[in-house]
């Protein structure tokens, strides 16, 4: 009997009680999966940022703890955790990554502001856009959500670059890494995208050096994390108008206070942190199919480089 605490939120356990013991049931491993079981029997982990466990000492027979998040800022640094994490890598959030940056894309490619807003009834005859080919997309961070994002966007015909820390070859993307990378990349960015983690290393990686290097009249999305930007920078470049827009998904505080600067802005969109979600159907196999290996003595997959911190 393999035994899995869930750790997430209440509204999680109302969807993750049934869909997780099937796919274990489905991976052929006979589990106790509860909400509360003795610390010490507690094999892995189902794991959310918002649930209870903060503490993870008394849980000194962990195999794995198995984030539901992609995102690991808020764990990776817990000097209680000594267990293997691993991070949520999902079909179902790669899908709905790139199909919301896919979409913000298209609002800013084809300019649909200026037809959907246009309180003066202009006839814009002029306002056809360029074809996608046209327009450059740079991509910073290219992995599971960037690579996913920069496939759909190159699909659709943009031209597509990314930026990583290690080197990669990727069909149609031009790749980048390193200091000089960024700047190449973010000299020919006419749209943004922000999909690196949270790390020491990318905390206010978007600051007033780095958004000169952008060409005039950019425009930013960020569904990464919102300590990348540091926020006045950002505001002096969208009310000087070298950034001519941006759309913002995550912030540095959420929900992101009512007086906060963003909310206000004339060239800011907000959304609430729904760029993307885990979807549960697809991600109770993933924490499935982690657990199937850690019984069998795999390599877990996932696995979060605690050092480089992501
Ligand atoms: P990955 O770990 O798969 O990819 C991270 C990418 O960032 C990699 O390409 C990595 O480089 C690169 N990177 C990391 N540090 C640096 C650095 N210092 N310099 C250059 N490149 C760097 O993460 P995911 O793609 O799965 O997720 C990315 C982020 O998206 C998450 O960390 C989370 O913050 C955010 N997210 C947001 C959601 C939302 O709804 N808004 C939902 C889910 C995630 P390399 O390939 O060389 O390792």
Redesign the pocket.
């Known amino acids: 009997m393999t035994r899995v605490l869930f750790a997430g939120t209440d509204q999680n356990w109302q969807t993750y009680r049934r869909l997780i013991p099937e796919a274990l049931k489905a991976r052929g491993i006979t589990a106790e999966f509860s909400r509360d079981m003795p610390p010490e029997d507690v094999e892995y982990m189902v794991y959310s940022p918002m649930g209870p466990v903060r503490d993870f000492s008394p849980y000194t027979n962990l195999k794995a703890v198995l984030s539901l998040?992609?995102?690991?800022?808020k764990i990776v640094g817990n000097p209680s955790l000594t267990a293997p994490l691993c991070?949520m890598?999902d079909e179902g959030?790669r899908q709905?990554?790139a199909e919301?940056v896919s979409g913000h894309c298209l609002r800013y490619h084809l300019g649909m502001d200026a037809h959907i807003l246009n309180p003066d009834h202009l006839w814009q005859e002029d306002s056809a856009p360029p074809l996608a080919q046209k327009r450059r997309i740079g991509i910073?961070?290219?992995?599971?959500?960037?690579?996913a994002c920069a496939e759909m966007l190159g699909g659709i015909g943009f031209e597509v670059a990314?930026?990583?820390?290690?080197a990669?070859e990727l069909a149609g993307i031009r790749c980048f890494?390193g200091e000089d990378g960024?700047e190449s990349l973010l000299a020919r960015s006419d749209i943004l995208v922000l999909?690196?983690?949270?790390?020491s290393?990318?905390t206010h990686?978007i600051n007033a050096k780095t958004l000169a290097m952008l060409p005039a009249r950019a425009r930013i999305l960020n569904?990464?994390?919102g300590p990348l930007i540091k926020d006045e920078d950002l505001l002096l470049a969208l009310d000087s108008g070298h950034i001519a827009h941006a759309t913002l998904?995550?912030f540095a505080r959420e929900p992101l206070p009512a007086d906060h600067p963003y909310w206000a802005h004339p060239r800011v969109t907000v959304t609430p942190?729904?760029?993307?979600?885990?979807r549960p159907e697809t991600a109770a196999k993933v924490i499935a199919q982690n657990v199937a290996r850690g019984e069998s003595g795999e390599a877990f997959l996932y696995l979060v480089d605690r050092r480089?911190?992501?």
């Open positions: 998040w992609a995102g690991v800022e991070r890598v959030l709905g990554m919301w910073l961070g290219l992995g599971e959500l960037g690579q990314g930026w990583s820390r290690s990669k890494q960024l999909l690196l983690p949270q790390t290393e990318t990686i569904p990464g994390r998904d995550v942190h729904i760029a993307s979600q885990t480089a911190g992501y």
